[in-house]
Structures are given as C-alpha cells and as structure tokens.
C-alpha cells in the first residue's frame, strides 16, 4: 500500500494552483477540466513520480465547518517536509506568506505553520541535523 494522491479543499483552484506553484514550488501534474472544476494536482519537482496533492473544490457543505474548525484551533490541515524549517520561513515570509506559527523546536524535528491563503493552515518540518 502506497499514497499516491492526497486532496486539500481550496477556496478557489486557479488561485491555490498559483500559490501552490510560484510561491511554494510545487509543479503542476493534471489540469483536467470537470465543469466549472478540474482534477489539477500538484507534485513535488523532486518527487515528479511521487504522490500528488490534488487542489479539490471546497464545495461540499462540510468542508468549511471542518477548515473553520481547523483554522481556529491552529490545527494544519496538511504537513510538508522541507530541508531547512528557517529558511524556507525567512523565504516564504519574504514572499508574503503568514505564518500563524513560527519555526518552533519540537525536539527531533523544527516546525512551522502558515496559511496557505486557500483556507487552510499547513505545517512544515525537518528533522533537526
């Protein structure tokens, strides 16, 4: 058994597929238009064969009570890994990103949280060297 896709509801998906692309770096996999939606995915660049994070319409009348709750509890929907949880904080916020959590020791690992301006919080970690 392997992860092959994980979804994130996004407010709007043109508007996550820019943020998720030019200022997170990821690149886009799908674009595949359903309707007034699309299958869009996005991957890492070094992981292109990798699994994919699929930009899903926030839609359904769950999602917002479920982020809303999230949100107000600080709690991440979503956790990336990164090489180096300062610096890719001093990039981001350099790019306007907000984080609602700085980059914090949690002892084998430094974290971090921003929101992803989608409504979602997403957490980034390494591990410690």
Same mark, same amino acid.
């Given at each position: 058994?392997?992860?092959? !896709?994980?979804?994130?509801?996004? #407010? #709007? %998906?043109?508007?996550? !597929? ?15 238009? !359903?309707?007034?939606?699309?299958? =869009? ?11 994919? =994070? ?19 509890? /600080?709690?991440?929907?979503? %956790?990336?890994?990164?090489? #180096? ?9 350099? %790019? /306007? ?12 690992? =430094?974290?971090?949280?921003?929101? #992803? ?5 997403? %957490? ?6």
């Amino acid at each position: 058994m392997r992860i092959n !896709l994980v979804s994130v509801f996004v #407010d #709007d %998906q043109r508007k996550a !597929l820019t943020f998720y692309t030019d200022v997170l770096g990821f690149v886009k996999k799908h674009d595949v238009p !359903l309707g007034d939606a699309a299958w =869009l995915t996005v991957v890492s660049p070094e992981r292109p064969d990798g699994p994919e =994070l699929l930009l899903e319409p926030s839609g359904h009348p769950a999602v917002k009570p479920y982020r809303d709750a999230l949100v107000e509890d /600080g709690i991440p929907l979503v %956790q990336f890994e990164v090489d #180096d949880v300062a610096a890719e904080h001093e990039r981001l916020t350099a %790019q /306007g990103v907000e984080f609602t959590h700085p980059p914090t020791d949690i002892g084998l690992n =430094l974290m971090a949280v921003f929101d #992803d301006t989608c409504g979602n919080l997403v %957490q980034i970690i390494s591990a410690k060297s």
